[in-house]
């Protein structure tokens, strides 16, 4: 008897289990969409340049000397590679892989997607997916000109619907390890706006153009209510006093306060993220001063916001 109730069990815990496996292998993988200028394109560099304060600002220093450092060390092993998550995949323009530095401007750069990457990656069971799609020197008065806001719609909001639905019907073949499961769209995040902020004419029409964005591009992509991080233009840091950047950022978080976008929109403060050229790798202030402790910490916290969102929009 008592074997027989220890057969009984085993076979029971083996059916659990491979019911459990079943509904977690048919569980939707999450896609997110990164979208913006070339702040969300990324250059912080990852390499330390011994010769530019000692290598500060670089990710490497961010992993061994920053005392934010306790943040990033997952994102070595033990012998000091940079890992590859495989439960975290990335398309960029046809480049595609597990996630890891060096998805910036180039293989030697990182943007918000690592931070972003890590904390979403961490906090759902079920794969994610990001699809990165930025360019430098684009405005939304303009280039992402949405189809609401009148006048000629942009190309590169035409390209971001496009290439997102091409990569979402193709995102089995493009990534073999999805192979039989579906994909759900999960949110978008956002990190655009030095375009604008030097126009002065986009600068005023910002708040309404990036609310006509967000409408339109839930409707283009069929995905009403979709949770939507908008990341401040804060790379002038927290003294900033020029009017059209001080309008802007806050034209970005009037968007973000507006009622009919309470529950699924949400705006994420950076100035404090900035780091001054003595502390970083370049003194392009526009480019966050190529900081990619920076660029980690902005993606860090669109992770976190979006985290939220879908708690608040399930």
Known sequence: MRNHLGRFGISV???FFTIGNSAVAEAPVKVFVLAGQSNMVGAGQIKANPDRNDGQGSLEWMVKSSPLKAKVQGLRDASGEWVEREDVRIWNFGRTGGLKPGYGSNPGTIGPELGFGTVVGEAFDEPVLLIKIAWGGKSIGKDFRPPSAGGEVGPEY??????????????????PEFAGRTFELAGIGWHQGWNDRVNQEFNDAYEVNLAHFIRDIRRDLKAPNLPFVIAETGMSGPDEKHPRALSLMAAQAAVAAKPEFRDD??????????????????????????????????????????????????
């Open 158 to 175: 035409r390209i971001l619907v496009d290439r997102t639905k091409e990569v979402l019907q193709d995102a089995g073949r493009q990534f």
């Open 13 to 15: 815990v083996l059916l």
């Open 265 to 314: 929109v949400a705006f994420v403060g950076t100035r404090s993220f900035y780091r001054p050229p003595g502390q970083s790798p370049s003194g392009q202030q526009y480019h966050w001063n190529s900081n990619a402790e920076t660029y980690y910490l902005i993606g860090e916290a669109m992770g976190v916001a979006m985290v939220d969102l879908l708690k608040r929009t399930k």
